[in-house]
């Protein structure tokens, strides 16, 4: 999941745009990008790395300016190369520069519709670079010079009748503004603030509240599914419905696992959220686990954390910290590579002896997707000298694929994938698993939000929302981005692509 945030102030935003990246770090690891407008030019840094190693005094002070855009990546299509780091650039019309958190799913079809019709070059295999040159095109059919706000609605009125798929954006247009925009699913989080100033108004826009929370920003509310917001650069601010048939479709996962727990994410509390998925999945322990022998609740850091306490509290049962967790180490399962997130679970993860031996613990994790994380855990927990391993998930098995921001391209490195309870439990070395029921897991979540009909929960039904996938485009996902495909792309790209617009060193 990438993260995006942008800004359009009356004084430098730079310091800002970096404090909010700093706080959806969480969102992705891999890269991350600023870009700002002072005298009408583009003031661009963008590299590999987290936002601490990829932003350094010289760079902070080149990003001048009263607007700007940033982002976090963590790669979903096309290959990790800091070519395809963001925020991207287009010299016309105007200038432009934009950021996207989401996954396109007709990518091939818009990059034939964008040298055919467009006659533009996508020199990388980012889809958010594709999808910049579309918006791009669509603004360039405006009548006059001058931008007007109608027109930058136009434009994403035709984004949206073109492509599919997930995006949460926001874009930056030369001598215009900020434009920020969201799929008419609103399957991507995205949200605005404001804050008064003694020169005006400022406004801020993040896909999770916390970045406007942290830059001291108010929060005004989400841009709803298929909605636009323009801001112009001196903060007069704009927006308008542009898709036809907007529904409200979250991915339900952002609740499960990605977002942070102080976040709102379309009015629904992501901490509430997990506090429900707690009591409902200590409900659904107590009721079919008769023979309740669990000495201890263990959460597996960082996420579960909530989850755990409250099954805790829901079986009567002590909830103990039996896992440290190294703050050095960021998170596992959005890291690009097998190899690196098997190693990683035990820099990141250390037992406290005392919390398991010759007790029946109960581990709780929010989700199992590979297996990485609770395979090398339970075994740590009976090293640990642990009697009895239980496992429990705050989610349901995952068994499809990911198509809209979450890097699950094949289903066959998922553990659940054609695969029943008790395999999974062998397979992960658990006494006993759990696994939450997907109406539970949505009745969590919709608490806190009546009027969401249906969430995007793909990876736990195979249905997916946009209604345009298939068999044979998971294939070719499958094809073309698991493991070992990654690694060979990731490695093509970094000898063939060096023609990018990276801001040097
Ligand atoms: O079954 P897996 O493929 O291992 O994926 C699931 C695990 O990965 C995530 O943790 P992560 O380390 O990414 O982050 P966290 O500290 O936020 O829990 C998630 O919270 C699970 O623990
Ligand atoms: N996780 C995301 O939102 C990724 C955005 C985009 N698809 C990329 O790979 O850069
Ligand atoms: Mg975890």
Redesign the pocket.
Known sequence: ??GIVGMVGHSPVSQALYDGLTVIQHR?QDAAGIVTISDNTFRLRKANGLVKDVFHTRHMLRLQGNIGIGHV??????TSSSS?A?PFYANSPYGISLA?????TNADELKSWIFNKARRHVNTT???ELLLNIFAHQLQQAKNLELTAEDIFNAVAEVHNLVRGAYATVALIIGHGMVAFRDPHGI?PLVFGKRETEKGMEYMVASESVALDACDFEFIRDVAPGEAIYITEDGQLFSSQCAQNPTYNPCIFEFVYFARPDSTIDKMSVYASRVEMGTALGKKIAREWDDLDIDVVIPIPETSNDIALQIAQQLDIPYRQGFVKNRYVGRTFIMPGQAERKKSVKRKLNAITQEFKGKNVLLVDDSIVRGTTSEQIIEMARNAGAKKVYFASAAPEVRFPNVY???MPSATELIAHGRELEDICELIGADKLIFQDLADLVNAVGKGNKDIKAFETSVFNGTYITNDIDHSYLEKLDAMRNNESKEQADKEADSILDLHNEGSD
Do not use: K, V
């Not at 990546?73 to 096309?78: D, L, Q, V």
């Not at 996207?100 to 396109?104: A, E, I, K, S, T």
């Open positions: 999941m990438c992705g990546r963590y790669p979903t299509a096309g395809e963001q996207h958190n989401g996954n396109l980012s889809d958010s991507r921001g979450i890097d």
